[in-house]
């Protein structure tokens, strides 16, 4: 079985991923989404009051938690107009929302988080997009970043960026090989330091490790490497970007949220984070 873990806030950067899930799987053919909701309450808003003087009490607590159980249920509902055949478990959580995430994945096998990523001019901001890069630092499985605009494409292209250095460090073999043995790929890589010296060894090492998987290799000399990256997935029709935010990689730095925020609103397809 594989099943997709999506975070929740109901919010339309949410909903939209959570949509975008139902879609992907029907690629599979036993696939399961977990609907997780954090709601989470301080010690510290037990005993002040909120801004707009409401006691957070055990009544009102209790309220919420049935409104969020409803709102779990009637966006479950939605999925399941979009693939029936999906199985769909709400869970509701009163931990935060990154140690929901991580004790959930600690419990059962997590193919896959994907979380929604917000736009430049999302209207409906979410929590949970605004923190997809921290999610993903802590995650040990890979997450799936939704742009806003990303509309569900059959997967049949992938872009893999790197910048042929440390490839050893750099490349999760092991995640790699476990994404493009379940999805029938066509892989390009795309080397995006292609205006310095390539290290032959290095690049010996990556056509080495990737020779099972026969991709086609690219050499970008666009100014800016995110720009470059999006242009080139556009050029290419590809419906997936992999970035590698290990050490060494020049994708480390998409563990910055002006980044990984710029890669995601930019990008028209989805990211995904892959780690070993």
Known sequence: MSTYLVPVDFSKTADHAAKYAARLSFAMTNAKIILLNAYYVSEYEMLLPTPDLMVTTDDRIAEEVANRLAALEKLKHKLLEINPEVEIEVYLTRETILRSIIDR?????????IIGSNGKKAKDESDIGSNAIKISKSSPVPVLVVPPKAEYQSIR?????CDFKKVKEVIPMNALKNILSKHALELLVLNIN?????????E????KMLIDFSPAYHYSDHPDTIKGIV?????EAAQLIIALPKKYSFFE????????HKLTIKSHVPVLLLKD
């Open 204 to 207: 010996h090492f990556l056509h």
């Open 105 to 113: 994945v600690n419990r059962e096998e997590i193919a896959l988080i």
């Open 253 to 260: 730095s998409l563990l910055h949220e002006s980044v990984s």
């Open 157 to 161: 292209k992938a872009i893999l960026a």
């Open 194 to 202: 292609s205006g310095h010296t390539i290290d032959s060894q290095e």
């Open 231 to 235: 242009k080139f997935a556009k050029t």
